[in-house]
């Protein structure tokens, strides 16, 4: 009698834990939709959209592309970031001290980091996501060489 009732109760707890390892792992799985859907949101609702190229050599990423700035005194400062699954490539302008006239300028960025072909790469502007138009440049390219033609 002692048997069956130590194995019903391994039977229980068994079930039990199968059952809290199943509900945890879903758990897991709808967090990291949520996720995503809400970094999707956050690129669909940005009303700005940064124009790169990128090309993928030797285990670097390279990004070259224009950020359109308030003046031409204004400077940009780019960072990598890891978080997750996600690479973010910071871009990030800030006005200098001098006295500068209010014309809109575009200036160019360059970054390059080290890392998988395909990476989930997110850009932000001065913090805020921004839709990133990505134009691939063989490995065999020059970049520099490579124009981005926009039409209106």
């Avoid at 079930?15 to 999707?40: C, F, H, P, S």
């Avoid at 990133?132 to 490579?146: H, M, Q, T, W, Y």
Wanted: aromatic share 6%; net charge negative.
């Amino acid at each position: 009698m002692n048997n069956k009732i130590l194995w019903g109760l391994l039977l229980v707890a068994a079930i039990v834990l199968v059952g809290a390892y199943t509900y945890n792992k879903e758990k897991v799985k709808t967090l990291e939709q949520n996720r995503e859907q809400a970094i999707a949101q956050e690129v669909q609702k940005s009303s700005i959209t940064i124009n790169a190229k990128h090309q993928f050599k030797d285990g670097q990423h390279l990004f070259v592309g224009l950020v359109e700035l308030p003046n031409p005194c204004h400077m940009i400062t780019t960072s990598v970031e890891r978080v997750v699954d996600e690479t973010i490539v910071n871009i990030n302008y800030a006005s200098s001290s001098e006295v500068c006239t209010e014309v809109i300028s575009e200036k160019e960025f360059r970054i390059s980091f080290a890392g998988k072909s395909d990476e989930n790469i997110i850009a932000k502007l001065n913090g805020e996501i921004v839709n990133l138009n990505i134009f691939e440049v063989a490995a065999d390219k020059n970049i520099d060489d490579v124009k981005i033609f926009n039409k209106g």
